[in-house]
């Protein structure tokens, strides 16, 4: 047991934040969880009402899982040394499970290890800042959901902050010449759940990641054309992805974009698009302000 119990905030009931609660508490700590959503689960919550949402198109959003996402890493190195990430009697037992099966993971987490009663849900962090009448502590001040719209805030004193709030909610926008002009529609991944609103339409993909490649592939089951454009591809870079899809197609990274609706890539070549769509990360940011 430590030499005296601390107060500790978690910022964050993802992975993470559930985690460093549990170990927290066995240590002999007093963690208070600060969620700002209504579940557990942090970015592995799925939720299709974001997509539609009428908001910035490349702003945040609460998730940026799409439907047909599955985990890049194996379920059995994804899974916490106590407690194995086992397949479910109803859930999905093949390695790379879908992100439903990693929420049921979390939440099953959070009732094994009755975690639940530590975190303060719809309980958002928006200020973290030195307590000026003690060094060592730390005043975290909060906004609260009531009924309806109504927030209520508040500030308590804590000896130690953890950050777990991720890095896939601030996106990261590909900076584009010409973008003003351009009378097309811009999305970011975040916003993509699932291909039909991209019926018949040339699609632009920006990113030839891992999100990149996965929504590329599910858009172009119902696209006219997919052009994704690469930054790590050679300039020359003009050609058809292999593949089942005979529509998909690997180009250098964009060069600019055009008041006609042009979309003119660095091989030089140029298509007429009716989307971009940004599969470029996320920025890094410690929101709430410490």
């Known amino acids: 047991m430590p030499s005296r119990s601390l107060r500790v905030a978690v910022i964050g009931a993802g992975a993470a ?3 460093a609660a549990r170990e927290l508490r066995r240590e002999g700590h007093a963690p208070v969880v600060f969620e700002r959503t209504d579940d557990v689960g ?3 919550v799925y939720d299709d009402a974001d997509a539609t949402a009428s908001r ?3 702003g945040a959003r609460r998730s940026n899982l799409y439907a047909s996402l599955r985990t890049n890493l194996p379920r059995q190195s994804m899974g916490f040394l106590d ?5 479910g009697p109803d859930g999905d037992p093949r390695t790379f499970p879908g992100h439903a099966e990693v929420l049921r993971y979390l939440r099953e987490f959070a009732r094994r290890f009755d ?7 719809e309980t958002e962090v928006v200020r973290v800042s030195r307590d000026a009448n003690a060094n060592s502590s730390w005043r975290v001040r909060y906004s609260r959901k009531l009924a309806g719209s109504e927030k209520r805030e508040g500030e308590e004193v804590f000896d130690a902050v953890v950050v777990c709030n991720g890095h896939y909610y601030q996106p990261h926008v590909a900076d584009i010449a010409g973008m003003d002009a351009w009378p097309g529609k811009q999305l970011h991944s975040n916003t993509y759940r699932v291909p039909e609103p991209f019926r018949g339409q040339v699609v632009v993909v920006i990113g030839c990641s891992v999100s990149g490649m996965d929504i590329s592939r599910d858009i172009a089951g119902v696209a006219k054309e997919v052009h994704v454009a690469s930054r790590s591809a050679p300039d020359a870079t003009c050609e058809r992805l292999p593949g089942h899809h005979t529509n998909l197609w690997l180009h250098s990274m964009v060069d600019r974009a055009e008041e006609d609706g042009s979309v003119v890539f660095q091989d030089g070549s140029r298509i007429k698009a009716d989307v971009i769509l940004h599969c470029t990360g996320y920025g890094c940011s410690l929101s709430p302000s410490i």
């Open 42 to 44: 942090g970015t592995w």
């Open 115 to 121: 975690l639940h009663g530590l975190v303060r849900l």
């Open 17 to 19: 934040g559930l985690v």
């Open 56 to 58: 910035d198109p490349l």
């Open 83 to 87: 407690f194995p990430f086992a397949a």
